[in-house]
């Protein structure tokens, strides 16, 4: 069975630090890219980070890039979202998305990151 399970969201200060997690199983986690989204309201969901299966590269949305850091560790199954200097625009749910292929596409639960004072 896979599984995508997320943690780590909240509510922070802008200008406050968070680390999304998202632990998989049921699938070779070193196969898939990993990537991260974010939705919020009356949005589009758009496309944060993404990595390679190997790590090796990283993109990032214009939005975040200097700010946020996508990493992964192969021995553990799990994805990471480390996000710094985070403003009230990064509001939003956060989704970790696993993808081998067109048929192989795995999403997490979601998780509420809200930036207020």
């Known amino acids: 069975q896979v599984q995508l399970v997320q943690s780590g969201g909240g509510l922070v200060q802008p200008g406050g630090s968070l680390r999304l997690s998202c632990a998989t199983s049921?699938?070779?986690?070193?196969?898939?890219?990993m990537s991260w989204y974010r939705q919020a309201p009356g949005k589009e969901r758009e496309l944060v980070a993404s990595i390679t299966s190997a790590g090796g590269s990283t993109n990032y949305a214009d939005s975040v890039k200097g700010r946020f850091t996508i990493s992964r560790d192969n021995a553990k199954n799990t994805a990471y979202l480390q996000m710094n200097s985070l403003k009230p625009g990064d509001t939003a749910v956060y989704y970790c998305?696993?993808?081998?292929?067109?048929?192989?596409?795995?999403w997490g639960q979601g998780t509420q990151v809200t930036v207020s004072s």
């Open positions: 998305r696993a993808v081998a292929n067109w048929r192989d596409d795995y």
């Open positions: 049921g699938f070779t986690f070193s196969n898939y890219a």
